[in-house]
């Protein structure tokens, strides 16, 4: 079985080199991102493994099928990056759907924490010997009232988590889980209701037509002055522009983000010593009230270790014509 893994990073390498030993799988690492200029390098392998950042579109999907692959795997939940519907009848698609809902839900609660009570900067201050407290103030978690948007595995420990805090949960998902939100002592309500009184806004929903820019003028108008947005999800779930533009007038208090509308070029990528800038994500870097890091919420031990794990099963089952449950359907 021949592999062509793609967006390959040390980290991948090294944790998949340690799972496949189990699997005995041919696989090359290429450095390089997916997409329609470098799809022909995929000539004679059989499986394709992708990441968050790959292009897999209906052009590059059909460069694939001409070269013979026969399965794309995700090392990832989330497919929007992968043209399904056009895949459908020429080459199967399987995802890792539940690598650690708790690595990415406590990455979320630590961006809060760092952005409202300050930590970045106190850090900053205290290595230079300054330890006035002046510009450092927070405020209690406890009391306030946290919208959730979407309640999925991360959603649910976010939530979790968040009660622990003692807060008010408010949430909203296309297929609510009532009973959960009995057990945990939150309500689903609409998106206006979340938008209009939350103190804080979590985003943990997939990206679809009708999830982008779901965060935009309109919606942020509707919000709270001094409200706190997070995203660890997907970064075209807000409008990027009307995002900068809003921030300019002050009436959000705090911005983190781990995703960006445009994150493919600079993401988990060092642009230290590059002239390559965009201009809307230097902005946001500028700004005080935003904590901003490199799609790392996943970034954990146990979530790497999944993840290897999961998609090498995934291609095992595939290929011996057994059930996997994580094959993508359209």
Same mark, same amino acid.
């Given at each position: 079985m021949k592999i062509a893994f793609f967006d390959t990073k040390p980290y991948d390498k090294e944790m998949f080199d340690k799972h496949n030993r189990c699997?005995?799988?041919?696989?090359? *690492?290429?450095?390089? =991102?997916?997409?329609?200029? !470098?799809?022909?390098?995929?000539? #004679?392998?059989?499986?394709?493994?992708?990441? $968050?950042?790959?292009?897999?579109?209906?052009?590059?999907?059909?460069?694939?099928?001409?070269?013979?692959?026969?399965?794309?795997?995700?090392?990832?939940?989330?497919?929007?990056?992968?043209?399904?519907a056009y895949a459908k009848d020429k080459i199967l698609i399987a995802r890792v759907p539940e690598y650690s809902p708790y690595a990415v839900a406590e990455?979320?609660?630590?961006?809060?924490?760092?952005?409202?009570?300050?930590?970045?900067?106190? *850090?900053?201050?205290? =290595?230079?010997?300054?330890? !006035?407290?002046?510009?450092?103030? #927070?405020?209690?978690?406890?009391?306030?009232? $946290?919208?959730?948007?979407?309640?999925?595995k991360i959603g649910k420990v976010f939530i979790k988590i968040m009660k622990g805090f003692g807060t008010n949960v408010l949430a909203y998902d296309v297929y609510p889980d009532n009973e959960y939100a009995e057990q945990m002592g939150y309500k689903y309500t609409t998106l206006e209701d979340i938008y209009s009184?939350?103190?804080?806004?979590?985003?943990?929903?997939?990206?679809?037509?009708?999830?982008e820019h779901m965060i935009n003028i309109n919606t942020m108008n509707m919000m709270k002055n001094g409200v706190y947005i997070i995203n660890t999800s997907r970064g075209k779930?807000?409008?990027?522009?009307?995002?900068?533009?809003?921030?300019?007038?002050?009436k959000i208090g705090g911005l983190a983000l781990d995703v960006y509308e445009e994150e493919s070029d600079y993401f988990q990528n060092d642009m230290s010593n590059s002239?390559?800038?965009?201009?809307?994500?230097?902005?946001?870097?500028?700004?005080?009230?935003?904590?901003?890091?490199?799609?790392?919420?996943?970034?954990?031990?146990e979530a790497l270790n999944n993840i290897a794990h999961e998609t090498l099963e995934n291609i095992k089952l595939i290929f011996l014509n057994e059930k996997c449950k994580n094959i993508i359907e359209y």
């Open positions: 699997y005995g799988f041919e696989i090359n *690492y290429f450095e390089t =991102k997916l997409n329609v200029e !470098t799809a022909l390098l995929t000539k #004679g392998y059989e499986v394709v493994c992708v990441f $968050v950042n790959d292009k897999v579109d209906s052009n590059t999907i059909d460069i694939l099928y001409e070269c013979g692959v026969k399965l794309i795997v995700l090392r990832c939940a989330g497919y929007n990056n992968v043209d399904i990455h979320a609660v630590a961006l809060i924490l760092g952005l409202n009570r300050k930590i970045y900067k106190a *850090y900053q201050r205290v =290595k230079k010997y300054n330890f !006035t407290l002046n510009g450092l103030l #927070g405020f209690d978690i406890n009391g306030k009232t $946290v919208g959730v948007i979407g309640t999925g009184n939350s103190d804080i806004i979590s985003l943990h929903c997939p990206l679809t037509n009708e999830t779930l807000i409008n990027t522009k009307d995002l900068v533009d809003v921030l300019k007038t002050g002239y390559l800038r965009d201009e809307e994500l230097s902005v946001l870097i500028s700004m005080p009230n935003v904590l901003i890091t490199s799609h790392q919420a996943f970034f954990t031990q």
